[in-house]
């Protein structure tokens, strides 16, 4: 399962939700405003460090470019729209909004 999660995780609780919900080698996709949650030494940090012991998570990179992000989290992956599309052909979606 892909799940997607494009609100800011400081101004909606999507984040929260999805993780709680996820299963182990579920996939994350931080897009939009959900790319805040990649920022490395933020109080979600912590959330997004933990699910990587057992999950990818990746950042959409035009979002993370967007909003001047220039640290993500160690281990997880910043992929482009082509990569987008294939983590959509390669799994079901959930969307967390």
Same mark, same amino acid.
């Given at each position: 399962?892909?799940?997607?999660?494009?609100?800011?995780?400081?101004?909606n609780g &999507? #984040?929260?939700?999805?993780?709680?919900?996820?299963?182990?080698?579920? *996939? @994350?996709?931080? !897009? +939009?405003?959900?790319?805040?949650?990649?920022?490395t030494g933020?109080?979600?940090?912590?959330?997004?460090?933990?699910?990587?012991?057992?999950?990818?998570?990746? &950042? #959409?990179?035009?979002?993370?470019?967007?909003r001047g992000?220039?640290? *993500? @989290?160690?281990? !997880? +992956?910043?992929?482009?729209?082509?990569?987008?599309?294939?983590?959509?052909?390669?799994?079901?979606?959930?969307?967390?909004?």
């Open positions: 399962m892909l799940h997607t999660v494009n609100k800011s995780p400081f101004q &999507a #984040l929260e939700s999805c993780l709680r919900f996820i299963n182990e080698g579920d *996939v @994350i996709l931080l !897009i +939009e405003d959900g790319v805040f949650g990649a920022r933020t109080a979600k940090a912590a959330l997004i460090e933990n699910v990587l012991k057992t999950n990818k998570v990746y &950042a #959409l990179s035009a979002d993370v470019q967007a992000i220039t640290s *993500v @989290i160690d281990g !997880i +992956e910043v992929t482009d729209y082509a990569g987008f599309v294939d983590l959509v052909e390669q799994h079901s979606v959930h969307s967390w909004l």
